[in-house]
């Protein structure tokens, strides 16, 4: 069976001690930040540095689910990857693991939406940028 991890942008995450609620554990709204640094990351990493200025992007939506909680000591990598579009939306999928463990901590579904640098309004997503992701 092959690793379903594989080709997919990959992300360390680092666990903070203001990340850690009442409970002992990461706090559900750290992992939300988390799915978008992973996505922000990924167009860092695939965009120049024009592509950058001349597009942005929105979450519109997100779904998240939780499946097991992190602590201050873990090791955590998110993995990201983008699904179907249309228009000026697509999706995008990010999914949170304990390095350790390799148990799946959060998986989210969001939903972005791209949008002309100059004028901030929404871009139908051409050929050039879905060969970027």
């Known amino acids: 069976m092959s690793d379903p991890k594989l080709g997919k942008f990959k ?3 680092q666990v903070l001690p203001e990340d850690i609620d009442q409970m002992g554990h990461v ?3 750290v992992y939300l930040r988390w799915v978008q640094d ?5 167009w860092f990493h695939v965009a120049s540095p024009e592509l950058q200025k001349q597009y942005g992007w929105v979450i519109l939506r997100h779904e998240i689910d939780y499946h097991r909680p992190a602590f201050l000591t873990d090791e955590i990598m998110g993995y990201t990857w983008v699904g179907e579009h ?3 939306k697509f999706y995008r999928f990010v999914e949170i693991y304990n390095v350790k463990t390799e ?3 959060a998986s989210a579904k969001t939903t972005w939406c791209l949008l002309d640098g100059q004028t901030m309004r929404p871009k139908r997503i051409e050929a050039d940028i879905l060969a970027l992701l």
Not at 38 to 42: D, E, I, N, S, Y
């Open 103 to 105: 148990k799946l901590l």
């Open 38 to 42: 992973v996505a922000t990351a990924h």
């Open 11 to 13: 992300c360390r995450i």
């Open 27 to 29: 706090n559900n709204v």
């Open 86 to 88: 249309q228009g000026a």
